[in-house]
């Protein structure tokens, strides 16, 4: 026989639900990408997964802004493709940036891990070094690794 005092206790008393504990949101470092234009362009375009990696903003520097390489980098690349062309703060390193839409090696096929991208660096010995022969001829060899969907 069962109590039935003891079951009627048991369907009114409160439910004490435990506090649920959220997790931390971690937010994504706020990163502006520019093309060589000046205009902003999304991360998501360049970045697998639109995921910016740890220190890009430190390790890409800042867009080109001199008008003699910007100029020597359209003849190479045309503007409408939004290829990126940063060069490092503190070196005379340049580097090249491939939308995710035109790169031969980003993508769910070769397992790249979030935030990959394909860039290429070009390199010179001393600030203020860049030979513009050697810099177009740098270019030109980057285009081989460009994937142009649309053309």
Same mark, same amino acid.
């Given at each position: 026989?069962? #109590?039935? *005092?003891?079951?009627?206790?048991?369907?009114?008393?409160?439910?004490?639900?435990?506090?649920?504990?959220?997790?931390?949101?971690?937010?994504?470092?706020?990163?502006?990408?520019? =093309?060589?234009?000046?205009?902003?362009?999304?991360?998501?375009?360049?970045?697998?997964?639109?995921?910016?990696?740890?220190?890009?903003? +430190?390790?890409?520097? =800042?867009?080109? %802004?001199?008008? %003699?390489?910007? &100029?020597?980098?359209?003849?190479?690349? *045309?503007?409408?493709?939004? /290829?990126?062309?940063?060069?490092?703060? %503190?070196?005379?390193?340049?580097?090249?940036?491939?939308?995710?839409?035109?790169?031969? !090696?980003? +993508?769910?096929?070769? #397992?790249?891990? &979030? +935030? #990959?991208?394909?860039?290429?660096?070009?390199?010179?010995?001393?600030?203020? !070094?860049? =030979? /513009? #022969?050697?810099? *177009?001829? *740098?270019?030109?060899?980057?285009?081989?690794?460009? =994937?142009?969907? %649309?053309?």
């Amino acid at each position: 026989m069962v #109590d039935t *005092k003891v079951e009627e206790l048991k369907k009114e008393e409160p439910k004490v639900e435990e506090p649920k504990v959220e997790e931390p949101k971690v937010e994504k470092p706020k990163v502006i990408l520019k =093309n060589v234009l000046g205009k902003e362009v999304p991360t998501a375009k360049y970045f697998y997964k639109d995921l910016v990696p740890a220190g890009f903003k +430190g390790t890409c520097g =800042n867009p080109v %802004d001199r008008e %003699d390489l910007v &100029e020597v980098f359209h003849k190479v690349f *045309k503007p409408k493709d939004n /290829i990126l062309f940063y060069k490092q703060s %503190d070196k005379e390193v340049y580097i090249v940036i491939i939308p995710i839409e035109y790169s031969t !090696s980003i +993508g769910d096929f070769n #397992d790249s891990v &979030e +935030g #990959d991208f394909q860039k290429h660096a070009i390199s010179f010995l001393n600030e203020g !070094s860049v =030979n /513009i #022969d050697t810099m *177009k001829q *740098k270019l030109e060899r980057i285009n081989k690794f460009v =994937n142009y969907s %649309d053309r």
